[in-house]
């Protein structure tokens, strides 16, 4: 089992900047990769960026491309997400994943990537 906890959101205006980590607990050796999805209301749950845990190579959906950036710390089981350059369209409650399987038949970018998934953070960015 792994839990995951994510913190660090908030409401910030537009152009400001938020970082959110997500700590990972419990069977943390087992982790291939770790992710970043968004839920705004009534919308899908969508990719923003996911991280190879021992490579570190790096994913990003198009819309956050050159303003997120996703990084990891090993020693501390943590993943982060350094938002910049935020938007209205950027709020969002922020899910954290992690691929403790290595289900390589599924991409970065698909939830079914994913077996374990944190409570949510709520990123609010006004105008």
């Known amino acids: 089992q792994v839990q995951l906890a994510e913190s660090g959101g908030g409401l910030v205006q537009a152009g400001g900047s938020l970082r959110l980590s997500c700590a990972a607990s419990?069977?943390?050796?087992?982790?291939?990769?770790m992710g970043w999805f968004r839920q705004a209301p009534g919308k899908e749950r969508e990719f923003v960026a996911a991280?190879?845990?021992?490579?570190?190579?790096?994913y990003y959906a198009d819309s956050v491309k050159g303003r997120f950036t996703i990084s990891r710390d090993n020693a501390k089981n943590t993943v982060y997400l350094q938002m910049n350059s935020l938007k209205p369209e950027d709020t969002a409650v922020y899910y954290c994943?992690?691929?403790?399987?290595?289900?390589?038949?599924?991409?970065?970018?698909?939830?079914?990537?994913?077996?374990?998934w944190g409570q949510g953070t709520q990123v609010t960015v006004s105008s």
């Open positions: 994943a992690a691929d403790t399987q290595n289900n390589r038949y599924f991409a970065y970018t698909y939830r079914n990537r994913y077996n374990y």
């Open positions: 419990g069977r943390t050796f087992s982790v291939y990769a």
């Open positions: 991280i190879n845990w021992g490579s570190g190579n790096t």
